[in-house]
């Protein structure tokens, strides 16, 4: 009888301890929460950073980031935390549908810098918070393109030349001439177009009328301060408020917070560098440089950008 006893007893012993050791043994803890701060710093470009362009903020490294974001289960929202005045309108679209893409199934908010400007302001406005410094630089919605007319210098350093063309307009980008009035009316045209689709993100983006967005739409800036009061951020504060925010959005009370970091110089970008280097060693000056580098770009590819 009392050996009996002895063994219940040992085999509830046994059951207790294993009720004990086995959940946190053998079963996973549940991981806390994370927010995680997204920095998103430079110009917004389809290409990676140059050395003349500096930091860029590409649509692939916005991806990559956002795609660890996802995967992550222990993350309940994000924070994209960004100083950039804008750049190219392709590149600014790409980053905005991502951003729209995860945001359904994560909360996102912007917390703007020092600058958040242009094409900076179009990918925060599908944010469902933003999150502004009263000395940010904001604002800016607008478009601009800007030809770069070089006939004059090249007929100075009697540089003439010959274009072979098939389309009645294929050299109105080369900045090799004078741009006549029909062509500057097909440019007008798409930057009136690129113009009110910016407008419509802003209207839709922030729960206003097409007319109110269109009456600040004159590419003015405005501080933190001011785009409060006209409804085009949320709230004044700084990255902190932004992560508190993210924090209420998800439901998560005391999350960890994790800063991604951004992405080292390139290759291309080091070969670039390298390349500007060797050309100053060459005796080229800064100025000859700045000329080369708009010889090499001159389609006047309109941006959202503020050009301060």
């Known amino acids: 009888m009392n050996r009996r006893k002895a063994v219940i007893i040992a085999l509830v012993a046994v059951a207790v301890l294993a009720a004990t050791l086995i959940p946190t043994i053998i079963l996973p803890r549940t991981a806390p929460a994370r927010i995680v701060v997204i920095p998103l710093n430079g110009i917004i470009s389809s290409e990676d950073s140059s050395w003349f362009s500096g930091s860029t ?19 309940r929202a994000i924070v994209i935390r960004i100083e950039s005045p804008g750049g190219e309108i392709a590149a600014c679209q790409e980053i905005l549908w991502e951003l729209e893409r995860v945001g359904e199934a994560k909360p996102i908010v912007v917390s703007m810098g020092g600058i958040a400007a242009s094409g900076g302001y179009y990918i925060s406005t599908r944010a469902d918070r933003i999150v502004a410094l009263p000395s940010t630089v904001t604002g800016s919605i ?38 006549t009035a029909e062509e500057a009316e097909i440019m007008q045209a798409m930057i009136d177009e690129y113009y009110e689709h910016f407008v419509a993100v802003v209207a839709e983006g922030r729960g ?57 110089a390139s290759q291309w970008s080091l070969f670039g560098l390298a390349r500007a280097v060797e050309m100053r060693l060459r005796g080229l000056s800064a100025q000859d440089m700045l000329l080369m580098e708009i010889l090499s770009h001159s389609h006047p590819q309109p941006r959202f950008l503020y050009q301060g």
């Not at 389309?167 to 004078?178: C, L």
């Not at 409060?228 to 999350?255: K, N, Q, S």
């Open 57 to 75: 903020i590409t649509p692939e490294l916005v991806r990559e980031h956002l795609a660890r974001a996802e995967r992550d289960r222990t993350v």
């Open 208 to 264: 206003l009328s097409s007319e109110a967005v269109r009456a600040l739409a004159t590419g003015q800036v405005y501080t933190g301060t001011e785009a409060h009061a006209l409804g085009l951020v949320d709230e004044l504060g700084g990255l902190d408020t932004a992560i508190e925010r993210a924090a209420e959005l998800a439901g998560v009370e005391d999350p960890r917070v994790e800063y991604y970091r951004t992405r080292r």
């Open 142 to 179: 607008g478009v601009i393109s800007q030809v770069v007319n070089v006939e004059g210098l090249l007929d100075k350093l009697g540089i003439e030349i010959e274009t072979f063309k098939g389309g009645r307009y294929k050299d109105m980008y080369s900045g090799f001439r004078q741009l």
